[in-house]
């Protein structure tokens, strides 16, 4: 079964230059390139580096990397992974395909390549998201349609990046899931999300036994705060949803009759793509 997504941001990456652009396959000095600071992944395991790199000695690298020509060497797009195991493998050279071309077409294709990989955590997936949308100005609808996956889906990664720094960083380093994380969303604000991290891995806590924790922690707030308190309760829950969607701080606010939702934006670059992000048809700028 072939791997989802694989190749065609390679293709992409690989077929889109101009006859006089082609890129060419050489053997470059390890030592010479540079990782790209698109690299979505920033923890790789030192476990998997030592067989790759075992293997690379054996059999030598069957996939060539690719990287752009940067200052006096060159940028890695592409096979972090294994620049680094011919790094650990004591390799003094490594076989790559050479991209001329704009660095932001390559960087943007390079990023969403990644994307297609499974091994990444829910927080460098989610960071990579925020990336391409901050950098490149694309949109939730048109990063999923690149990378495979729901609006929604991309729109629950990119909620992962609300959370406190410390639960951020029990994900990347793999202490708790982004299934944990996303449960622990709900309680945002509470005292209690830190001690729930802490029993998740202390105690090995599963997804749905956290998820249970969770409701019963809710209920039991609901009921000492009342019905008077659910409303607005709810209504930063709405407004937490809206800000994780359109990548901008919101706040809803309702009244007796009628109530309003207040989107913070920027500036006009900001504006635009909120206004383009809701549905609303804006006429691109005039360039002089």
């Excluded at 476990?47 to 990287?67: C, F, R, Y």
């Excluded at 982004?178 to 709900?186: E, S, W």
């Excluded at 509470?190 to 209920?219: A, F, H, M, N, W």
Aim: with cysteine; charged share 30%; proline share 4%.
């Amino acid at each position: 079964m072939a791997k989802r997504g694989l190749g065609k941001g390679l293709g992409a990456l690989i077929s889109s230059s101009t006859a006089a652009e082609q890129p060419r396959y050489e053997m470059i000095p390890v030592d010479s390139i540079s990782p790209s600071p698109l690299q979505p992944r920033k923890k790789f395991k030192e476990e998997s580096l030592e067989e790759l790199a075992a293997s690379l000695k054996e059999h030598g690298v069957v996939q060539p990397i690719i990287v752009r020509p940067s200052g006096t060497g060159y940028e890695l797009l592409v096979g972090e992974r294994r620049w680094r195991a011919a790094q650990l493998a004591g390799l003094k050279s490594i076989p790559a395909v050479v991209r001329e071309a704009e660095p932001s077409e390559c960087l943007q294709v390079a990023l969403v390549e990644n994307l297609h990989r499974d091994d990444l955590n829910g927080i460098e997936e989610a960071s990579a998201y925020r990336q391409l949308m901050e950098e490149f100005g694309l949109t939730q609808e048109e990063i999923s349609q690149k990378v495979g996956k729901s609006r929604s889906a991309v729109a629950n990664a990119l909620r992962l990046l609300q959370l406190p720094v410390e639960i951020q960083a029990s994900v990347v380093a793999e202490e708790i899931t982004a299934g944990h994380a996303r449960a622990l969303l709900a309680l945002q604000g509470d005292p209690y999300q830190e001690t729930l991290l802490k029993r998740i891995i202390e105690e090995g806590l599963s997804v749905r036994e956290t998820e249970e924790l969770v409701r019963s922690r809710l209920k039991g707030a609901g009921a000492e705060k009342g019905a008077a308190r659910e409303k607005p309760k709810q209504l930063q829950h709405y407004a937490e949803l809206i800000s994780a969607s359109l990548q901008a701080r919101a706040k809803v606010v309702q009244g007796k009759r009628k109530g309003k939702i207040v989107i913070e934006f920027k500036g006009e670059k900001d504006l635009r793509r909120l206004l383009k992000e809701i549905g609303v048809q804006v006429e691109e700028e005039a360039t002089g």
